[in-house]
T-cell receptor
Framework: KAGVTQTPRYLIKTRGQQVTLSCSPI?????VSWYQQTPGQGLQFLFE???????NKGNFPGRFSGRQFSNSRSEMNVSTLELGDSALYLC?????????????FGQGTRLTVV | DQQVKQNSPSLSVQEGRISILNCDYT??????FLWYKKYPAEGPTFLIS?????DKNEDGRFTVFLNKSAKHLSLHIVPSQPGDSAVYFC????????????FGSGTQLTVLP
């Protein structure tokens, strides 16, 4: 069974641009969550989608948005990029959502903003 | 306000000895706790979990202990192996506003041969 797939793996953008990251969850998983990882900050929760609806949102500015499609694939968009947005963005999928079950992570997209 | 804290950013242990990684949490709504391991350039992988109705869960060399009154959990790795060298993240989830996985900042474990 294929794991969580994130594309692209690496991305370099300039300040002010926008970026879209993609995540394909494990087949059958309906919940997709996004996290930002920066050095020393651990994994910061961005948002969770379940059945095409945003079910939960972390403490990030409105420049960070996402959506989920009917096939459970999810995209995350960051507009007006700032240098501080440089991070590893991780997507995780789970079967019914993150309640007493483990989430499976993709390899992440390394975003560098210059 | 960090609801899940891993106060040791790094830990070095000799091969064959016990590794003990610690995690503290503040949110009483958390009722499920997990440990993830992360190698560089890879996503975190699930290691072991524990529900709040238990105080210990064991899986091979890995044991997680939960002390609810102290809001503290720990991961024991015995015996430690060089391949265990990675960043270990503690995570917690619960119900209501605590339903998403909340992660600690991680502890870099280095197992010395």
């Amino acid at each position: 069974k294929a794991g969580v797939t994130q594309t692209p793996r690496y991305l370099i953008k300039t300040r002010g641009q926008q970026v879209t990251l993609s995540c394909s969850p494990i087949s059958g998983h309906r919940s997709v969550s996004w996290y930002q990882q920066t050095p020393g900050q651990g994994l910061q929760f961005l948002f969770e989608y379940f059945s095409e609806t945003q079910r939960n949102k972390g403490n990030f500015p409105g420049r960070f948005s996402g959506r989920q499609f009917s096939n459970s694939r999810s995209e995350m968009n960051v507009s007006t990029l700032e240098l501080g947005d440089s991070a590893l963005y991780l997507c995780a999928s789970s079967l019914i959502g993150q309640m007493n079950t483990e989430a499976f992570f993709g390899q992440g997209t390394r975003l560098t903003v210059v | 306000d960090q609801q899940v804290k891993q106060n040791s950013p790094s830990l070095s242990v000799q091969e064959g000895r016990i590794s003990i990684l610690n995690c503290d949490y503040t949110n009483s709504m958390f009722d499920y706790f997990l440990w993830y391991k992360k190698y560089p350039a890879e996503g975190p992988t699930f290691l072991i979990s524990i529900s709040s109705i238990k105080d210990k869960n064991e899986d091979g060399r890995f044991t997680v202990f939960l002390n609810k009154s102290a809001k503290h959990l720990s991961l024991h790795i015995v015996p430690s192996q060089p391949g265990d060298s990675a960043v270990y993240f503690c995570a917690a989830s619960g119900s209501g506003s605590a339903r998403q996985l909340t992660f600690g900042s991680g502890t870099q474990l280095t197992v010395l041969p």
